[in-house]
């Protein structure tokens, strides 16, 4: 490769990786409001790094939230302009006592980098920003006029970004976005990402009685908030992962023969992925399709915990007069949230025990997306890929949502490069998260060389 | 009533209360192992204060847990002896936002006093004890042997008296125990209590990967603990409150004609119980059974909480790997806790998804039992309640469990006399615990009146 850019960054990467370093141990965790002073520290940490190598106009965006972070340099004069996006807020870390080292305290052992953020989504943030330093700092401009949009509320829904977006503001005109939050989909092989599942968030709430009750006392008289409400989750989807919410399936756009085809021809080894990746007994889902299929192409419902009752050490001899349960569903092409929504809360509302009142909440939500593989941004970033990396680009999509992926499309019209250097096993919003720092490292020089490419 | 106690009982009344709000401060949180130093605390003021009052050989008697308090007066020749017994242990407070004052600073409201073990069972100990101070302090010594036995586990299951009473020891030899730790069945209607549900108390555990995993990622393919539990859970009780264990109800000893025909005629408003009481839209259970004999004579199962996954404010898209329910079932006569155990940790083990692994452990269990109404302690008591309350004493069951009652019975073949002075709506390990200020009153002058006709 014949980029000083490339050289540059070569020569700096112990530096680059102790700047990643200074990043994670700010616990920007945008789901716990005790975080918030957090958050706008890494926001500012980001917006001092973006002045120091050269990027103007940078500054922080106030949202209902925690705050945007903006920079540009628009000197390419003719070229196009790329929005370069990331989030720098992070998933909390609980179960704490399951992470090998503090998840604020990175630690690198076998080649990994370990802390909350690692992969999700500061490494990559990490990434744009060396990839734009090493530009300037090497060649004193960039190939392509570039605004940057770092948001920090990513894993809370995005509702300040959305806004932003939805606005239209002049700030962001630009001709396609540059996404890095997701992953390779196996070590070594360049992947970029083409669709993205959506997503609706909930509380399903039941109330039984307007007090906690004596289980001695009351029981076998007295609903139960907890009995009523495992009643209703276990028939949101039967036990061979079919959902039960009348309609649920309906709008579904299945995949292409040919982008299911291309699926098979990926390196996936099942046996492999539920033994060392998912670490289960087995797999689930419904039956006639694969694994591909279930994560990418197909909608879920999931149980993320259900707060209230007790939850101490030993025993407490009480009917709850209330629980919460956190559910989300993921939604594929041809699904909308508004419509997913709609029909689970009447849904809900219709099988819910008569003894109790139940509450159905939208926390967040998110469109699914699907992005044509033929433009030109795309071809730039499949040529980079194959000269860093050596080999041919995959195509793949992912069960994740980012929201923002499809605000980008709707409000701006701008096409997703859905580049990012995770890998599967990174522990994603789990216990001892890690970004592989060969990835860290030839995800800065793949950066670089798609700019180029695509400024070409 | 010409009883020189009773009349210092009465006289002496506000400095019993006083006593009592000490005793009402001192946070003895039994389940919680930062409260330990607590439940000592509360040990050693109860004896403290019976060796205050005279009665001899008061000491703490150590356990693995939290201690006994022993005191004895064994110098009534010729009379009986009772075991007296109470706990000074209280349940968790929580949810503490409910409470309207704070739960271990008791306060006087509309006649009653607020605070955790207000009633359950502080309030009904410290009856006992001025009960003794009376009759010692009037008339110089007791009109039966007494000895004292209070325990600081009775919430978390009472390992350690259920031991000590087992090694049958010299110090626990008596002719029948008084047990004050029930209810009136309603305001101002004396009452024994002469049924008690047992019960066992459990985890059931749910384990489906080996760490939590991304929703967006893995959903679809990866099993999720909580929907998992979810569906053994709703396949424990139908949703017309029958459990669907195999062999549940087969040992059920039903009540007798005549104690159905007496529990009839009690004075029971259903839509005041409704209302008032449980504070639901509905009451809830199996069909063919009124609320007395689904409260007192038929098994339960409830769920108490389900610790585990995401349970803080906002979203956290995480499959979680472990899901923990909290399950009781009430006993009745006729069933044994090995076997209501073993019966539904089989099923379970059965019905679970093949996906997930489950463990399904035996927090602790105490014997349903029912006591014969012509003992002669019984007629003693109901002469000295008609006498104090004006009224015939109703015998009646309670649908809580103490464990003690059946192990007295076992080891040491003491019949109980549960002679309590709680309220229906005292709120038992509910928020804003009470115990009506006319029943503190009224019950030391039972308490007092009972002995003396014991020892008559």
Same mark, same amino acid.
């Given at each position: 490769?014949?980029?000083?850019?490339?050289?540059?960054?070569?020569?700096?990467?112990?530096?680059?990786?102790?700047?990643?370093?200074?990043?994670?141990?700010?616990?920007?965790?945008?789901?716990?409001?005790?975080?918030?002073?957090?958050?706008?520290?890494?926001?500012?940490?980001?917006?001092?790094?973006?002045?120091?190598?050269?990027?103007?106009?940078?500054?922080?965006?106030?949202?209902?939230?925690?705050?945007?972070?903006?920079?540009?340099?628009?000197?390419?004069?003719?070229?196009?302009?790329?929005?370069?996006?990331?989030?720098?807020?992070?998933?909390?870390?609980?179960?704490?006592?399951?992470?090998?080292?503090?998840?604020?305290?990175?630690?690198?052992?076998?080649?990994?980098?370990?802390?909350?953020?690692?992969?999700?989504?500061?490494?990559?943030?990490?990434?744009?920003?060396?990839?734009?330093?090493?530009?300037?700092?090497?060649?004193?401009?960039?190939?392509?006029?570039?605004?940057?949009?770092?948001?920090?509320?990513?894993?809370?829904?995005?509702?300040?970004?959305?806004?932003?977006?939805?606005?239209?503001?002049?700030?962001?005109?630009?001709?396609?976005?540059?996404?890095?939050?997701?992953?390779?989909?196996?070590?070594?092989?360049?992947?970029?990402?083409?669709?993205?599942?959506?997503?609706?968030?909930?509380?399903?709430?039941?109330?039984?009685?307007?007090?906690? #009750?004596?289980? $001695? +006392?009351?029981?076998?008289? %007295?609903?139960?908030?907890?009995? @009523?409400? &495992?009643?209703?989750? *276990?028939?949101?989807?039967?036990?061979?992962?079919?959902?039960?919410?009348?309609?649920?399936?309906?709008?579904?756009?299945?995949?292409?023969?040919?982008?299911?085809?291309?699926?098979?021809?990926?390196?996936?080894?099942?046996?492999?992925?539920?033994?060392?990746?998912?670490?289960?007994?087995?797999?689930?889902?419904?039956?006639?399709?694969?694994?591909?299929?279930?994560?990418?192409?197909?909608?879920?419902?999931?149980?993320?915990?259900?707060?209230?009752?007790?939850?101490?050490?030993?025993?407490?001899?009480?009917?709850?007069?209330?629980?919460?349960?956190?559910?989300?569903?993921? #939604?594929?092409? $041809? +699904?909308?949230?508004?419509? %997913?929504?709609?029909?689970?809360? @009447?849904? &809900?509302?219709?099988? *819910?025990?008569?003894?109790?009142?139940?509450?159905?909440?939208?926390?967040?939500?998110?469109?699914?997306?699907?992005?044509?593989?033929?433009?030109?941004?795309?071809?730039?970033?499949?040529?980079?890929?194959?000269?860093?990396?050596?080999?041919?680009?995959?195509?793949?999509?992912?069960?994740?949502?980012?929201?923002?992926?499809?605000?980008?499309?709707?409000?701006?019209?701008?096409?997703?490069?859905?580049?990012?250097?995770?890998?599967?096993?990174?522990?994603?919003?789990?216990?001892?998260?890690?970004?592989?720092?060969?990835?860290?490292?030839?995800?800065?020089?793949?950066?670089?060389?798609?700019?180029?490419?695509?400024?070409?």
């Amino acid at each position: 490769m014949s980029s000083t850019a490339v050289d540059f960054a070569r020569q700096n990467y112990p530096r680059f990786l102790d700047e990643l370093k200074s990043l994670l141990r700010i616990p920007s965790i945008s789901t716990l409001p005790e975080h918030a002073d957090d958050c706008r520290k890494a926001a500012q940490t980001l917006a001092t790094e973006m002045q120091r190598i050269g990027m103007e106009n940078v500054r922080l965006i106030e949202t209902s939230g925690h705050p945007l972070v903006y920079a540009d340099w628009l000197h390419a004069a003719g070229k196009p302009t790329v929005l370069v996006y990331g989030h720098y807020d992070v998933q909390p870390p609980d179960p704490l006592d399951e992470w090998l080292s503090p998840p604020f305290e990175p630690t690198i052992r076998d080649g990994n980098i370990y802390a909350r953020g690692a992969v999700d989504d500061k490494g990559q943030v990490v990434a744009q920003v060396k990839a734009l330093e090493s530009l300037l700092a090497a060649t004193g401009k960039l190939p392509l006029n570039v605004r940057v949009l770092f948001e920090g509320e990513e894993e809370v829904g995005g509702e300040g970004i959305a806004k932003f977006v939805a606005s239209k503001p002049p700030e962001l005109k630009a001709d396609f976005a540059l996404v890095s939050d997701t992953e390779l989909f196996a070590p070594g092989l360049p992947t970029l990402c083409v669709g993205l599942r959506g997503m609706i968030y909930t509380e399903l709430e039941v109330k039984s009685s307007r007090t906690d #009750l004596h289980s $001695g +006392m009351y029981g076998g008289a %007295a609903p139960n908030a907890f009995v @009523s409400l &495992v009643h209703i989750l *276990a028939k949101l989807k039967d036990e061979n992962g079919h959902i039960l919410i009348p309609g649920f399936y309906d709008d579904i756009i299945p995949p292409s023969a040919e982008e299911l085809a291309a699926w098979k021809s990926l390196p996936f080894d099942e046996e492999e992925y539920r033994a060392k990746e998912v670490g289960s007994k087995q797999l689930v889902g419904e039956a006639g399709y694969n694994v591909m299929e279930r994560t990418w192409a197909r909608p879920t419902v999931d149980i993320h915990g259900i707060p209230g009752g007790f939850t101490g050490a030993g025993a407490k001899t009480v009917i709850p007069a209330k629980a919460t349960a956190k559910v989300s569903m993921r #939604l594929v092409p $041809g +699904m909308t949230p508004a419509k %997913a929504f709609a029909l689970y809360k @009447s849904y &809900v509302e219709k099988i *819910a025990p008569k003894e109790v009142d139940v509450d159905v909440r939208l926390i967040h939500s998110g469109d699914p997306c699907l992005i044509p593989v033929n433009n030109k941004y795309i071809q730039a970033a499949t040529r980079a890929l194959h000269e860093v990396w050596g080999k041919d680009t995959v195509f793949i999509r992912s069960g994740g949502s980012i929201p923002i992926v499809g605000d980008f499309d709707r409000h701006l019209g701008l096409p997703s490069v859905m580049m990012g250097f995770g890998l599967p096993d990174d522990n994603l919003h789990a216990p001892n998260e890690k970004f592989h720092l060969k990835n860290f490292e030839l995800g800065i020089i793949s950066l670089i060389r798609f700019m180029e490419e695509a400024g070409a």
